[in-house]
């Protein structure tokens, strides 16, 4: 019996049963416990608005990179376009997440005055920490 070099037989009928059941559905199951975490620490944390911020954007991030490539796998589109978008996002997923911790972690520090960017340095370590929760 031919096989890939993981467990699943490509030539049995119930391959896509398979992926449902070990690849897409434990996404999802993460996923929904993420959002719930999440709705969960936002309850807690509400007086911290740059926070809730960065929370909302790094769950659009695992949304779009999710939704996108599941609906066009469960569907069976077709198109080499959806195809490619689908390889692209799942690929850069790290790098959407990184790039908006960068990011954020800069603009928290560079402050516009005077014409001129300033790269402020904050007064205590524990304002220094990049994690915000």
């Not at 999802?28 to 926070?51: H, T």
């Not at 066009?72 to 997923?93: E, Q």
């Not at 960068?102 to 220094?128: H, M």
Request: aromatic residues 18%.
């Amino acid at each position: 019996m031919p096989q890939t070099k993981c467990f699943f037989d490509i030539y049995n009928d119930n391959v896509e049963v398979y992926i449902m059941i070990f690849f897409n559905i434990p996404i999802w199951i993460m996923f929904i416990y993420n959002l719930i975490i999440i709705i969960l620490a936002i309850r807690i944390n509400s007086n911290f608005n740059s926070s809730l911020y960065s929370i909302y954007i790094y769950t659009a991030i695992l949304a779009v990179c999710l939704i996108i490539p599941s609906l066009v796998n469960i569907f069976k589109i077709k198109s080499i376009i959806w195809k490619t978008i689908d390889l692209s996002l799942g690929s850069l997923i790290g790098f959407f997440n990184s790039f908006w911790y960068c990011y954020q972690a800069l603009t928290d520090r560079l402050v516009f005055e005077n014409g001129q960017f300033i790269y402020r340095i904050k007064e205590n370590s524990a304002e220094q920490e990049l994690a915000k929760i």
